[in-house]
């Protein structure tokens, strides 16, 4: 089984997220035109109460794995990545098969009074299947990520993804007839079924990798009641972690419901409301939250390297991980943010032919620049230990989060708007936040020249996309050619500022899977 660098390992999950991103691009595209800001916004309903149950039944044993197997695998203790795996293995299979009858049972008055739109039961009830799937898929991935091999993680997103959109478009036409309920119910399950495709790539995979050198199911029992101590130390790690991605699932599905509470207030009706936000929930962040697949990719490597490094008392090389990790959130997330605010309206009208909701994608933007940073940092906090500094800082800006909703959205002047201005209150908040309390933690400090240099480059690239945009529209190329080709010179413009402030170099592009090696002499170095 072959281990990666903390960077080869990032640009893997990367170049896979790249591909699943698209394809999964591709999806909502499909669903948008299929289902409607309607059925959008019937869907976007129910995966937030999806999100917060599974974050429930994995017990935020997937960062915990992941630590604790680099640490364990440091000093080849073996056994104790067995047990690691048997405790994790009994946690998440009694917590999935209890969590999965209670959202099958309770999903009647979930979406009936909780979500005021009763048509999400039967997205409800077809995304339920989904949970014991993830709780398994989590602990293989944690394995594999604690082993600082990024490669089955990376490939089992490729297969879900395909899975999913290849049956998306077929299970949702199938169930249209029957109401617009069971399309999205379809739509729903395609994503269980894509997700049952990756489980079955890992345990193969996972089989295969480690059967030279232990045997989960040989003294299982034995091990589970050996287990007490590393019980408690994926606790210290889980519960934290658990503690953050439960406030988010809960800041989420309490999103969804003042929402539409405070739609209400503002005599918005419900089904005027329901659209509203899957306008926001269901067009606009998808697209502010592509490049998230980037920090993604980033947070997953870094939890594994930074415990490494702790664990060596390396703190030299903990601040390189760390500058490595936002320098290159900085340098996919500033283009992103300039695309989506330059070309708003275009982009939505093009990939969802509906130009209002480019007027959140240029409300949210701006901001979203720093949500790219907000998930690396997080996992630098999890790597080092202080799982629960980062719960605490998302507790915060999850709190002001909805108190905010509330108060924005319920104004008649207001409405959907003020719900995407709290949402970037909490992204704002909860980045400051991380950033903060790890400059306590091991003094780190940013590099401002980069910033700058970055900052001119976006400068230059939002203009030079204005402008050709402008010409471009006047021309026999029509507006979809003119929009993609002024994206394509923009961002061209964008890596030779790069380029020439020297912030990226042969170094890098050495670094490029497959690719780097061949391409890297072409450039110049840093």
């Not at 099958?104 to 995304?127: C, M």
């Not at 079955?200 to 045997?215: D, E, N």
Request: hydrophobic share 55%; aromatic share 10%.
């Amino acid at each position: 089984m072959s281990k990666q660098t903390f960077i080869q390992g990032a640009f893997i999950l990367i170049l896979a997220g790249l591909i699943t991103r698209a394809l999964g691009f591709v999806n909502k595209i499909v669903m948008a035109r299929m289902l409607g800001p309607e059925g959008v916004g019937l869907y976007a309903m129910a995966v937030p109460i999806l999100i917060l149950v599974i974050t429930l039944t994995r017990l935020g044993l997937p960062v915990a794995i992941s630590k604790l197997v680099a640490e364990a695998d440091i000093v080849g203790d073996q056994a104790k990545i067995k047990r690691i795996l048997v405790v994790s293995l009994a946690i998440t299979g009694v917590l999935s098969i209890l969590f999965t009858i209670c959202t099958f049972l309770g999903a009647k008055v979930l979406s009936s009074i909780f979500l005021t739109d009763q048509r999400a039961y039967y997205p409800l009830l077809a995304i339920t299947p989904i949970i014991p799937i993830v709780a398994i898929s989590s602990i293989i991935k944690g394995y594999f990520q604690g082993k600082q091999n990024m490669k089955p993680s990376a490939y089992s997103q490729v297969i879900e993804q395909i899975v999913r959109i290849s049956l998306v478009a077929l299970l949702a036409n199938l169930l249209l007839p029957y109401g617009l309920e069971y399309a999205v119910a379809g739509a729903m399950f395609s994503v269980v079924l894509g997700e049952a495709a990756s489980l079955l790539y890992l345990f193969t995979t996972f089989k295969y990798s480690k059967r030279k050198i232990f045997k989960v199911r040989k003294g299982f029992f034995q091990q589970l009641w050996k287990g007490r101590q590393t019980l408690g130390e994926l606790l210290r790690i889980g519960l934290p972690t658990t503690g953050s991605g439960l406030i988010g699932s809960v800041s989420w599905t309490l999103e969804a419901i003042i929402v539409a509470q405070s739609l209400a207030l503002a005599g918005v009706a419900t089904a005027v409301a329901t659209a509203q936000y899957g306008l926001l929930s269901g067009y606009a962040l998808p697209l502010v939250m592509l490049p998230m697949f980037i920090t993604y990719s980033l947070s997953v490597s870094l939890v594994p390297a930074v415990s490494e490094a702790s664990a060596q008392k390396n703190f030299a090389l903990i601040q390189r991980r760390i500058y490595q990790a936002l320098r290159i959130a900085l340098i996919v997330g500033a283009p992103s943010t300039v695309i989506m605010y330059v070309f708003a309206e275009p982009l939505t009208t093009l990939i969802y032919n509906s130009p209002e909701s480019g007027r959140f994608l240029k409300i949210l933007s701006p901001f979203f620049l720093l949500l790219y940073f907000q998930g690396p940092l997080q996992a630098v906090l999890q790597g080092l230990d202080k799982a629960r500094t980062a719960m605490m800082n998302t507790l915060y800006g999850a709190v002001i989060k909805i108190v905010s909703i509330f108060i924005l959205a319920s104004q008649p002047q207001l409405g959907i708007y003020g719900a995407a201005m709290a949402i970037n209150i909490n992204v704002c908040l909860v980045t400051l936040l991380h950033f903060f309390s790890i400059v306590k933690i091991v003094g780190f400090s940013i590099q401002l020249r980069d910033f700058v240099k970055v900052g001119v480059s976006m400068l230059v690239m939002a203009l030079s996309g204005i402008l050709s945009y402008a010409v471009l529209l006047q021309s026999s190329f029509g507006s979809t050619w003119g929009l993609l080709l002024s994206i394509a010179l923009a961002s061209f413009v964008y890596l030779i500022f790069l380029l020439l402030f020297r912030i990226v170099g042969r170094q890098d592009i050495e670094r490029f899977p497959f690719v780097g090696r061949w391409i890297a002499p072409f450039f110049p170095k840093r």
